[in-house]
Nanobody
């Protein structure tokens, strides 16, 4: 099995910053794409940002220029630096990882438990 553990959420004022981190552990051969998603109350879960094992990134339009995703392949971690936060960024943020558990090549998708980010004055 593989576990994803997120940290770094909390309450921040508009215009502030937060950094989320996610660490993967367990039966891991290699991690392909990693990413962050979010779900606000009453809304569907949506993509925030993704990063490949080679470092290519993709961002949702609402966060472009404000959020930065990064990863450490040696430590199996992914981070999300969130700057210039807005009230509409309030949501539960989830880490996702596409994991190869062995050399056979089958990819499993794992999710973290979520961490709350609240942007409010």
């Amino acid at each position: 099995q593989v576990q994803l553990v997120e940290s770094g959420g909390g309450l921040v004022q508009p215009g502030g910053s937060l950094r989320l981190s996610c660490a993967a552990s367990g039966s891991i051969f290699r991690i392909n794409a990693m990413g962050w998603y979010r779900q606000a109350p009453g809304k569907q879960r949506e993509l925030v940002a993704t990063i490949t094992s080679g470092g290519s990134t993709n961002y949702a339009d609402p966060v472009k220029g404000r959020f930065t995703i990064s990863r450490d392949n040696a430590k199996n971690t992914v981070s999300l630096q969130m700057d210039s936060l807005k009230p509409e960024d309030t949501a539960v943020y989830y880490c996702k990882a596409n994991v190869l558990r062995d050399a056979l090549g089958y990819e499993y998708v794992y999710w973290g438990q979520g961490t709350q980010v609240t942007v409010s004055s």
